[in-house]
């Protein structure tokens, strides 16, 4: 079945850096590509997402590029500030009913 | 607007016992899924809805139960609760199946001894 591996599970870095968490997905049908934010105690909240027929979506600081021929997507979120610190997960579906998520990476952004 | 609203927070259940999850959402969404956190693991979907009436299992299915009898509820069950089931769950919803972003609750962390 479809898989989607996200790496690293952790990054720390340092306030004003950036920061980049990578995902690869196993089903070549996937088209609809989606990050969550989750702060403690808290759902997952969407962030950004990109579907199959766009290469990179930008919002502000937040950007997400996707090469469907390598089935990776990433995540990069520049000029980082305390309050970017939560766990993120990248997650991928085909357009049905399901949608498979990455393991999630922590991040910690040192002020 | 309460969006996805889940209860209760917090429950500890003893091994045998049976709960039920409740889930709601006031968007007027017709999909919506039940998903459990672990740690190192991700959300994976135990049940999903695409309208009232209509449920079919996700990933991890085993020990649970759902109905959905109407657009706003999801309820989900635990017949004969397991350690195994100790986890966050978290209800969400989307306006279009798993295509369309999810609103999540803030999750049930449930703890059975």
């Known amino acids: 079945g479809e898989n989607v591996e996200q790496h690293p599970s952790t990054l720390s870095v340092q306030e004003g850096d950036s920061a980049v968490i990578k995902c690869t997905y196993s089903?070549?049908?996937?088209?609809?590509f989606p990050w969550y934010k989750q702060e403690l105690g808290k759902g997952p909240q969407l962030i950004i997402d990109i579907r199959s027929n766009v290469g990179e979506k930008k919002d502000q600081r937040i950007a997400v590029t996707l090469n469907k021929t390598a089935k990776h997507f990433s995540l990069h979120i520049t000029e980082t500030q305390p309050e970017d610190s939560a766990v993120y997960f990248c997650a991928a579906s085909t357009g049905g009913f399901k949608t498979i998520f990455g393991a999630g990476t922590r991040l910690f952004v040192k002020a | 607007n309460a969006g996805v609203t889940q209860t209760p927070k917090f429950q500890v259940l003893k091994t045998g016992q049976s709960m039920t999850l409740q889930c709601a959402q006031d968007m007027n969404h017709e999909y919506m899924s039940w998903y459990r956190q672990d740690p190192g693991m991700g959300l994976r979907l135990i049940h999903y809805s695409v309208g009232a009436g209509i449920t079919d299992q996700g990933e991890v299915p085993n020990g649970y139960n759902v109905s959905r009898s109407t657009t706003e509820d999801f309820p989900l069950r635990l017949l004969s609760a397991a350690p195994s089931q100790t986890s966050v769950y978290f209800c969400a919803s989307s306006s279009g199946g798993s295509n369309q972003p999810q609103h999540f609750g803030d999750g049930t962390r449930l703890s059975i001894l």
């Open positions: 089903d070549s049908a996937s088209n609809y």
